[in-house]
């Protein structure tokens, strides 16, 4: 009989999310036999939640041009709400090649909460923040609402 036939070492690990302090939990135990040789609990401050995605903050006031006429992201604005920093864009349209008619209008998209504020940069050079999305149908009308009456928009779109 080996050593190895005799002892064996088992590390487990468990991963586990304290939601309600934003942290990320790793349990470490390693076993001899069903002895217990050590159990390490460590934390990490969570970087990004599950949900979050990346915007890419790209440049403002460049026209972008369709079939029907063009649009162009003006401003970028954060909205102070609920404790929480929320990111949206005001654009513009401006239809004036549709076959029936000419017509414009503001509107603003709300890419969301902001988790990590212009955190890294694209390959040119870019900068990207992590955002997560507003899924709650009550704080998407809140925050329409606010931004309905701070800007000159007639729609607000959510991402």
Request: aromatic fraction near 8%; include cysteine; charged fraction near 25%.
């Amino acid at each position: 009989m080996t050593w190895s036939d005799q002892c064996t070492i088992i590390q487990e690990v468990k991963w586990r999310t304290d939601a309600s302090e934003g942290i990320d939990l790793f349990d470490v135990s390693r076993y001899d036999n069903g002895l217990a040789l050590n159990e390490v609990s460590v934390q990490m401050k969570s970087k990004s939640t599950d949900n979050s995605v990346e915007y890419t903050h790209g440049p403002l006031d460049e026209s972008v041009v369709a079939i029907g006429g063009s649009f162009r992201i003006t401003e970028e604005k954060r909205l102070a709400y609920d404790g929480k920093e929320v990111l949206y864009l005001v654009g513009l349209a401006h239809m004036d090649n549709a076959c029936c008619g000419a017509w414009g209008c503001c509107y603003a998209i709300v890419k969301g909460v902001v988790e990590d504020w212009k955190c890294k940069e694209d390959q040119q050079g870019y900068a990207i923040t992590r955002v997560v999305p507003i899924a709650d149908q009550n704080e998407r009308d809140q925050i329409r609402k606010k931004i309905m009456s701070d800007e000159m928009v007639q729609q607000v779109v959510f991402t």
